[in-house]
């Protein structure tokens, strides 16, 4: 009995721990794919012990220009169930932060962008709903990620 609940929650942890990263597989593939295009600026720094020199922190900005970041803009919704997710919205501009966490980091993804366009015209029509990819339009986006690493 004993030994088939300890395989039981073996087998639970190596469904579940996937999908905790697949969050930073998503994100970090769509930043790592607007950075290899051009038209976009991309810095990374990371921040290390002094004395172990481990890394503790990974800060990376991803800055596409002229180009639309409904790519970018997916992956984060596709991934919000997998943290702590939050959007705020004003007239032309969002935010969204996604927080994962786990035993090794906890990762904040901020992504800041402005919609082209007006509510309610277009091709959408009246009452369209801004979280329509297919809908409008993203630009001037930025992309922030914050790899804080447990020691």
């Not at 720094?45 to 997916?74: F, G, H, M, S, W």
């Not at 901020?110 to 990819?133: D, F, H, I, K, N």
Request: charged share 25%; aromatic share 8%.
């Amino acid at each position: 009995m004993y030994m088939r609940l300890k395989i039981l929650i073996c087998t639970l942890a190596l469904l579940i721990a996937p999908l905790a990263l697949s969050a930073q597989n998503s994100i970090d593939k769509a930043v790592e794919e607007y950075s290899s295009i051009g038209k976009s600026t991309f810095t990374s720094a990371v921040e290390r012990d002094p004395q172990t020199r481990k890394v503790l922190k990974v800060v990376k900005v991803l800055q596409p220009t002229d180009i639309t970041i409904n790519r970018l803009r997916r992956a984060f919704l596709e991934e919000q169930k997998n943290g702590q997710f939050s959007l705020v919205t004003n007239e032309e501009e969002e935010t969204m932060t996604l927080t994962v966490e786990n035993e090794k980091e906890n990762r904040v993804y901020m992504m800041q962008y402005t919609r082209r366009g007006a509510r309610g015209t277009g091709e959408a029509g009246v009452g369209a709903s801004w979280l329509e990819p297919s809908y409008a339009s993203f630009t001037n986006g930025k992309v922030t990620i914050i790899i804080k690493y447990k020691i």
